[in-house]
């Protein structure tokens, strides 16, 4: 081959995994609706007829959908929606609005995607419905009194157009349980109260990780909510998982160039009957089914590819494997001094001994006392103040934590404290310590204190 066909080649190679990544980052990044839904085909359907009952028989509804992070709360929302808005009926019946900011970003309808990350008051959330719902120069300068004078005067607003009939809206709330630390809860309040009314077919859709979300609300907010809760669980099996990790991994039918996605997705398919791949996958199944620790993986994976190496392949997933699995604090536990370090083997056997009470530095400073005199050959006798600035450096870290605040009453030497470090990472972090001394290692190899 000659240099200039040669150079084309790896030119074009080099646009190919540019595109490539420009698809699987934003697929990784914005929780599209792709690929199949795993264990969540009933919370599918009951959320699918919410929205139907609203589009289609002018139904008032409110739900929440409850979930731990990464339970899948969003990407049910999103294949939900994306199906919802395939039916011809909700497109003749639902006037269109345009959304952005969002990793949920749809350029139809009436769907508001509030977070409460950014609607931080309820003054901001109102302000970004107007916005949403293009009424700026419908309100102008207008004072309201109230929120919920403000809210029915945007809704009055969407009933003078061509049609007199009113159009269904739906709510969703990313972060629902950030909104509830609104003064009053008035704009959730608002929102419950107007999907009661028969006026405007209205639904609110919560997403929060809060079981105990409804504690959390106000006594004239629950009364108007419709008490409905849909549960996300993560209950796929391993199967599903390797299913998971081919299908966000792969390249759709629709890649401009269809040799390097037919090359790429058999590599793909390679990958997930590769016996390497597979224990890392399944060290991270057994740890978290939370599928955003795959798609980070993923992503950091798709990220070593260049025209050098076109390919991921399982070396590459071990590594990056290892790097996220890596413990930050074991991480720091490398940085201290040997002086810090005994600090925490002292404490450690204080654990130990009192069966996990807390301890203070005076306990401390008394166990290391004692390992100083009988076992340590080469460690050099600190004075107490020094000792207490080791002891404060930790505090800094947050290695170790006050289990009460700090008072004027208590000298800082008797304030009670524990340890945010288990046996097994300070013994994996002492044997990739530097230059450790021997005594130390069996120091904190001991499982008697120095008593």
């Given at each position: 081959?000659?240099?200039?066909?040669?150079?084309?080649?790896?030119?074009?190679?080099?646009?190919?995994?540019?595109?490539?990544?420009?698809?699987?980052?934003?697929?990784?990044?914005?929780?599209?609706?792709?690929?199949?839904?795993?264990?969540?085909?009933?919370?599918?359907?009951?959320?699918?007829?919410?929205?139907?009952?609203?589009?289609?028989?002018?139904?008032?509804?409110?739900?929440?959908?409850?979930?731990?992070?990464g339970s899948g709360k969003t990407v049910l929302l999103s294949h939900v929606l994306k199906d919802f808005n395939k039916m011809k009926e909700v497109r003749d019946n639902v006037l269109e609005v345009h959304l952005n900011g969002k990793p949920l970003v749809y350029h139809e309808k009436y769907f508001f995607f509030f977070s409460g990350l950014l609607q931080t008051?309820?003054?901001?959330?109102?302000?970004?419905?107007?916005?949403?719902?293009?009424?700026?120069?419908?309100?102008?300068?207008?004072?309201?009194?109230?929120?919920?004078?403000?809210?029915?005067?945007?809704?009055?607003?969407?009933?003078?157009?061509?049609?007199?009939?009113?159009?269904?809206?739906?709510?969703?709330?990313?972060?629902?349980?950030?909104?509830?630390?609104?003064?009053?809860?008035?704009?959730?309040?608002?929102?419950?109260?107007?999907?009661?009314?028969?006026?405007?077919?209205?639904?609110?859709?919560?997403?929060?990780?809060?079981?105990?979300?409804?504690?959390?609300?106000?006594?004239?907010?629950?009364?108007?909510?419709?008490?409905?809760?849909?549960?996300?669980?993560?209950?796929?099996?391993?199967?599903?998982?390797?299913?998971?990790?081919?299908?966000?991994?792969?390249?759709?039918?629709?890649?401009?160039?269809?040799?390097?996605?037919?090359?790429?997705?058999?590599?793909?398919?390679?990958?997930?009957?590769?016996?390497?791949?597979?224990?890392?996958?399944?060290?991270?199944?057994?740890?978290?089914?939370?599928?955003?620790?795959?798609?980070?993986?993923?992503?950091?994976?798709?990220?070593?590819?260049?025209?050098?190496?076109?390919?991921?392949?399982?070396?590459?997933?071990?590594?990056?494997?290892?790097?996220?699995?890596?413990?930050?604090?074991?991480?720091?536990?490398?940085?201290?001094?040997?002086?810090?370090?005994?600090?925490?083997?002292?404490?450690?056997?204080?654990?130990?001994?009192?069966?996990?009470?807390?301890?203070?530095?005076?306990?401390?400073?008394?166990?290391?006392?004692?390992?100083?005199?009988?076992?340590?050959?080469?460690?050099?006798?600190?004075?107490?103040?020094?000792?207490?600035?080791?002891?404060?450096?930790?505090?800094?870290?947050?290695?170790?934590?006050?289990?009460?605040?700090?008072?004027?009453?208590?000298?800082?030497?008797?304030?009670?404290?524990?340890?945010?470090?288990?046996?097994?990472?300070?013994?994996?972090?002492?044997?990739?310590?530097?230059?450790?001394?021997?005594?130390?290692?069996?120091?904190?190899?001991?499982?008697?204190?120095?008593?």
């Amino acid at each position: 081959m000659s240099k200039r066909k040669l150079k084309q080649s790896s030119k074009e190679n080099g646009e190919c995994i540019s595109e490539m990544q420009k698809v699987l980052r934003e697929r990784f990044c914005h929780h599209n609706a792709n690929g199949k839904l795993f264990g969540v085909e009933r919370q599918y359907k009951h959320l699918l007829e919410l929205l139907k009952q609203t589009a289609l028989h002018g139904e008032s509804n409110s739900a929440l959908i409850i979930g731990p992070r990464g339970s899948g709360k969003t990407v049910l929302l999103s294949h939900v929606l994306k199906d919802f808005n395939k039916m011809k009926e909700v497109r003749d019946n639902v006037l269109e609005v345009h959304l952005n900011g969002k990793p949920l970003v749809y350029h139809e309808k009436y769907f508001f995607f509030f977070s409460g990350l950014l609607q931080t008051n309820d003054r901001l959330a109102l302000k970004e419905i107007t916005r949403q719902l293009h009424l700026e120069n419908v309100v102008g300068d207008k004072v309201f009194g109230s929120f919920a004078e403000n809210l029915a005067f945007l809704l009055e607003a969407l009933r003078k157009g061509d049609r007199v009939s009113s159009r269904p809206i739906l709510f969703i709330l990313d972060e629902f349980d950030l909104f509830v630390h609104h003064k009053n809860q008035t704009l959730l309040y608002n929102l419950f109260d107007v999907s009661q009314s028969a006026q405007t077919p209205v639904t609110v859709i919560g997403l929060t990780c809060r079981e105990d979300i409804l504690e959390l609300l106000e006594k004239r907010v629950k009364s108007r909510f419709s008490h409905r809760q849909i549960y996300v669980m993560n209950s796929f099996d391993f199967k599903q998982y390797i299913r998971i990790f081919k299908e966000q991994l792969s390249l759709p039918a629709e890649f401009s160039d269809e040799s390097f996605a037919q090359k790429w997705n058999n590599n793909v398919q390679h990958l997930s009957e590769d016996k390497t791949v597979k224990d890392i996958l399944q060290k991270f199944f057994h740890c978290t089914k939370d599928l955003r620790s795959l798609y980070l993986l993923l992503m950091l994976a798709v990220s070593t590819v260049s025209a050098s190496h076109p390919l991921i392949t399982a070396s590459d997933l071990q590594e990056l494997s290892k790097q996220l699995s890596m413990d930050s604090k074991a991480n720091i536990v490398h940085g201290l001094s040997v002086l810090e370090i005994c600090l925490i083997i002292a404490m450690k056997h204080l654990s130990e001994v009192y069966e996990g009470e807390p301890f203070n530095f005076q306990m401390v400073y008394n166990e290391f006392q004692k390992f100083i005199q009988r076992k340590a050959h080469c460690m050099y006798d600190f004075e107490k103040p020094i000792v207490m600035k080791a002891f404060e450096h930790l505090l800094q870290l947050e290695l170790v934590v006050p289990i009460e605040r700090p008072s004027v009453r208590v000298q800082r030497e008797y304030l009670l404290m524990k340890l945010l470090l288990d046996n097994n990472q300070i013994m994996d972090a002492l044997q990739a310590y530097p230059n450790c001394p021997t005594d130390v290692k069996q120091w904190a190899a001991s499982s008697l204190s120095w008593l």
